[in-house]
C-alpha cells in the first residue's frame, strides 16, 4: 500500500523558516518524481514545487521560487522542503504527492504550516 | 502558465441528478487532464486521468470527457457521498494548474 506521511509543520513567525520532510513507503521511491502542493485554509489547491526522481529537474511556483528548496534523500526514502523568508500567505495544508506518467495519483495526509506572529 | 477556468464554483442537486462540471485549457493540453474529489479534512482523491480514465476503486457513475479544450466531469447518478469539492489538473507541464474548485452541495 502507497503511503505518504508529511511531518514538520507547525506555527512560525514571518521571516523564519521550516522544514517539512514527506516519508514515502509501499512503492519504489527512487523511481517516480514527488511534488508539494499546498491548499491555504478554506481555498483551493496550488502546485508549489516539483523534484525529478533523480533529483535532475526541480520546479516552483514563482509565489515560492528563491524561498523554497524541494530536495529528496532516496536512500531514506523522504521528501522535502525547505522553507525560508516565510510570510502570511504561506500558510496551508502542505500536501506532498506522488507524480504518475499522467499527473498526481497518491497524496498524503498533509501538515500544516501557519504563519503568524 | 497555463489557465484552468472551471465552472460552476458552486451546484446543488439532488440525488440521482445528472452533474456535469466543466474545466477549459487555456492552452492546449491534450489529455493531461484529472480530476480530483476533496472531502472535508481529507486529501484529494484522484477521480479521472488522462481526461477520461476512471482512477482506480471509482464507482462507475463517474466519467470524463473532452471537446476541444473542454474538459468535463459527470456524474451520472448522484449519492449523497458525492458531496465534496471537486478540482481539474492540467499536468502537461510545470507549472501544473488546477481549476478553482466545484463545491457539489445536496439540494
Known amino acids: 500500500e502507497v503511503q505518504l506521511v508529511e511531518s514538520g509543520g507547525g506555527l512560525v513567525q514571518p521571516g523564519r523558516s521550516l522544514k517539512l520532510s514527506c516519508v514515502a513507503s509501499g512503492f519504489t521511491f527512487s523511481n517516480y518524481g514527488m511534488n508539494w502542493i499546498r491548499q491555504a485554509p478554506g481555498k483551493g489547491l496550488e502546485w508549489v514545487a516539483y523534484?525529478?526522481?533523480?533529483?535532475?529537474?526541480?520546479y516552483y511556483a514563482e509565489t515560492v521560487k528563491g524561498r523554497f528548496t524541494i530536495s529528496r534523500d532516496n536512500a531514506k526514502n523522504t521528501l522535502y522542503l525547505q522553507m525560508t523568508s516565510l510570510r502570511s500567505e504561506d500558510t496551508a495544508l502542505y500536501y506532498c504527492a506522488r507524480r504518475d506518467y499522467r499527473g498526481l495519483d497518491y497524496w498524503g495526509q498533509g501538515v500544516m504550516v501557519t504563519v503568524s506572529s | 502558465d497555463i489557465q484552468m477556468t472551471q465552472s460552476p464554483s458552486s451546484m446543488s442537486a439532488s440525488l440521482g441528478d445528472r452533474v456535469t462540471i466543466t474545466c477549459r485549457a487555456s492552452?492546449?493540453?491534450?489529455?493531461?487532464l484529472s480530476w480530483f474529489q476533496q472531502k472535508p479534512g481529507k486529501s484529494p482523491r484522484r477521480m479521472i486521468y488522462?481526461?477520461?480514465n476512471l482512477a482506480a476503486g471509482v464507482p462507475s457513475r463517474f466519467s470524463g470527457s473532452r471537446s476541444g479544450s473542454d474538459y468535463s466531469l459527470t456524474i451520472s447518478s448522484l449519492e449523497s457521498e458525492d458531496m465534496a469539492i471537486y478540482y481539474c489538473?492540467?499536468?502537461?507541464?510545470?507549472?501544473?494548474?488546477f481549476g478553482a474548485g466545484t463545491k457539489l452541495e445536496l439540494k
Open positions: 523534484i525529478s526522481s533523480g533529483s535532475s529537474y526541480i
Open positions: 489538473l492540467q499536468s502537461i507541464q510545470y507549472p501544473y494548474t
Open positions: 488522462g481526461a477520461t
Open positions: 492552452q492546449d493540453i491534450g489529455n493531461y
